[in-house]
C-alpha cells in the first residue's frame, strides 16, 4: 500500500481493499467517520455495520451501563462488543482471507448548549493478518474548533486517518502517529493520549510515544504512572490537588527527592489536604531531553524506568516557561496547586528576557502564573558549593525594577520558603552526578536514593562504568 495524506483517497483506498472489513460505531458525534466512507463510494467494499447511539438508554442497551459516557471504559466496550460481533457473525464465511477491525469514538463536541472544548475517546481494535490475534490503538482528543462544524469535520477526518494507519502502518508506529494529523490542523485539536496494545505492538514502549507525541507536537504535555502506564492527566489530576517538580532526573538525586517530600508535607498542611487528595507529578521537558537537537530515546526510557522504580507519575512536556505548565494544568483541575525548585530556577522566572513574546511582560506571566491557588515552594542553594553560605527566599535579589514585585508575591505567599529541606544535600547538582558515573566514581553513590544506586548499577543504566 502506498502511503497518501490525501483523506478522499485513503477512505477509498480501504474500501477497495477486499482484504479489509470492519464496522464503525460512534456516540455522541453523528456519523462522521462513516459518512467518509459513504461519501468517496465503495464503502460496501469496508463496512459490515455503521452504528450511532445517541440516546443514553440505547447505547446503555447495547454496551452496558457506564457512569461516564465519554469515557475510555465506554470505548473499550464498544470496542469489545462490535469486534465480538464481526468475529462471530463473519468469521467462518471470510475470516481466511479478510482481516476484520471494529472502530469506536465516544466524544462530547462543542453544541448549542455546551459552549466549551469538546473532548472524546477514540479507538480501532483490528487484526494485522487474517485470524490473528486483534490488537488495539485508543487515544484521546482535546477538539479545539471554535464551531461545531468544525469538530465534526475534525473527527471525521481524524477517524479515517486512524483505521488507515491501523491497517497499514502498524509495522512502523512512529510514522502511523505522525500520519494521525494528515489533513488535520495543530489550531483545532490536541491528541494528548495514545496507548498500543496487542501482538501488532509487543515492540512498542507507550512511553516513547507519549514523549512522540510532545515532541511532534500534538499535544503540550503526556503523562504516565508509576507502573509506567500511560494516563490522561485530565482524568488522573480531575478534582486532584497537584505538586509537581521539574528536572532533569539525569540521575533523580536526594535533593531532588528530599525537595519533593518537604514540599508535599508542607503543602497539604498548608491546604489542609489529605494525601489521597493530592498528585505528586516529576516532570521533564523536551528540552531537557535533547542532547543537541535530537532526543536520546535511550537516555529518556532509562530515566522514566528510574523515575517508576521510585513510584512517581512522569509528565513530558514541551512548556518551557512556567505560565504555560500552569495554563495547563489548571485546564484538568482548580484545586490547589504548587511546584516546588530551587533558587536558579526562581531566578529564571523573574528574568524578563522570557516574557518578550507577551504583551503584558512579566505581570501578564505572573498573572496566568498564581491564578487560583498556585505556590512556589523554593528550596535554598549554596554558594560555590559552600553549605554556610546559602541563597534562600529571604536574601535572593531579582533586579531592581522587580522587588517589589517579588516582595509583594513573598507577603501573599505565592513563593514560600522550603527550609526542611536537608542542608547536606544543597550542594548536590545532577550533571556532576552524572559526569561522576561515566567516569567511574563511586561518589555519586552517596548522591542518589538507595533504590536508584541499585537501578543504576544492576541495569548499567546512564552508561555507568563500574
Not at 509583594?408 to 556532576?432: A, G, M, Q
Request: proline share 4%.
Amino acid at each position: 500500500m502506498d502511503p497518501t495524506t490525501d483523506i478522499h483517497q485513503k477512505a477509498l483506498s480501504i474500501n477497495l481493499d477486499k482484504g479489509q472489513y470492519g464496522t464503525i460505531a460512534e456516540i455522541g458525534a453523528g456519523q462522521e467517520t462513516a459518512r467518509w466512507f459513504f461519501r468517496v463510494g465503495g464503502a460496501a467494499g469496508t463496512i459490515a455495520k455503521a452504528i450511532s447511539a445517541y440516546d443514553m438508554q440505547f447505547s446503555d442497551s447495547i454496551y452496558g451501563e457506564s457512569p461516564r459516557y465519554v469515557s475510555r471504559d465506554r470505548l473499550s466496550s464498544m470496542l469489545d462488543l462490535e469486534y465480538q460481533l464481526i468475529i462471530e457473525r463473519l468469521g467462518n464465511k471470510r475470516g481466511d482471507e479478510s482481516t476484520f477491525f471494529s472502530f469506536a469514538n465516544t466524544v462530547a463536541s462543542r453544541s448549542f448548549s455546551r459552549d466549551v472544548d469538546g473532548q472524546g475517546w477514540i479507538g480501532v481494535k483490528f487484526q494485522s493478518s487474517p485470524c490473528s490475534e486483534p490488537s488495539q490503538i485508543d487515544l484521546h482528543v482535546h477538539l479545539q474548533g471554535k464551531k461545531s462544524i468544525q469538530d465534526q469535520e475534525t473527527l471525521g477526518i481524524l477517524g479515517v486517518n486512524l483505521i488507515y494507519a491501523a491497517l497499514y502502518f502498524h509495522q512502523d508506529p512512529q510514522y502511523l502517529l505522525k500520519s494521525l494529523m494528515d489533513d488535520l490542523s495543530f489550531e483545532l485539536l490536541e491528541i494528548d493520549m495514545i496507548d498500543f496494545s496487542g501482538p501488532a505492538f509487543e515492540s512498542v514502549d507507550n512511553r516513547l510515544m507519549a514523549l512522540r507525541l510532545v515532541e511532534l507536537g500534538m499535544t503540550p504535555g503526556a503523562m504516565f504512572n508509576s507502573e509506567g502506564e500511560i494516563v490522561l492527566p485530565a482524568d488522573v489530576l480531575y478534582k486532584k490537588a497537584v505538586l509537581i517538580e521539574r528536572s532533569r532526573f539525569n540521575p533523580p538525586t536526594l535533593l531532588n527527592m528530599d525537595m519533593l517530600d518537604c514540599a508535599q508535607e508542607i503543602f497539604l498542611d498548608d491546604h489542609d489536604l489529605s494525601d489521597d487528595e493530592l498528585m505528586v507529578i516529576s516532570e521533564m521537558t523536551v528540552h531537557n531531553l535533547k542532547d543537541g537537537s535530537d532526543i536520546d530515546v535511550e537516555d529518556f526510557l532509562q530515566r522514566a524506568d528510574i523515575l517508576c522504580a521510585l513510584g512517581k507519575n512522569v509528565l513530558i512536556s514541551n512548556m518551557g516557561e512556567y505560565y504555560k505548565l500552569a495554563d495547563y494544568l489548571f485546564r484538568c483541575t482548580t484545586r490547589p496547586m504548587a511546584i516546588a525548585l530551587g533558587i536558579p530556577t526562581l531566578k529564571d522566572i523573574f528574568n524578563e528576557h522570557y516574557y518578550e513574546n507577551l504583551p503584558g511582560g512579566i505581570l501578564e506571566a505572573f498573572g496566568r502564573l498564581f491564578k487560583y491557588e498556585l505556590r512556589l515552594y523554593v528550596s535554598p542553594c549554596c554558594k560555590n558549593n559552600d553549605i554556610n553560605d546559602l541563597t534562600t527566599t529571604d536574601n535572593f535579589e531579582p533586579e531592581e525594577n522587580l522587588k517589589h514585585l517579588y516582595h509583594y508575591l513573598v507577603d501573599n505567599k505565592f513563593i514560600s520558603p522550603l527550609n526542611t529541606v536537608n542542608r547536606d544535600f544543597l550542594c548536590i547538582h545532577s550533571h556532576e552526578v552524572l559526569e561522576e558515573i561515566k567516569n567511574g566514581h563511586n561518589n555519586w553513590e552517596t548522591k542518589v536514593p538507595e533504590k536508584v544506586k541499585a537501578l543504576i548499577k544492576d541495569k548499567k543504566l546512564l552508561n555507568v562504568n563500574l
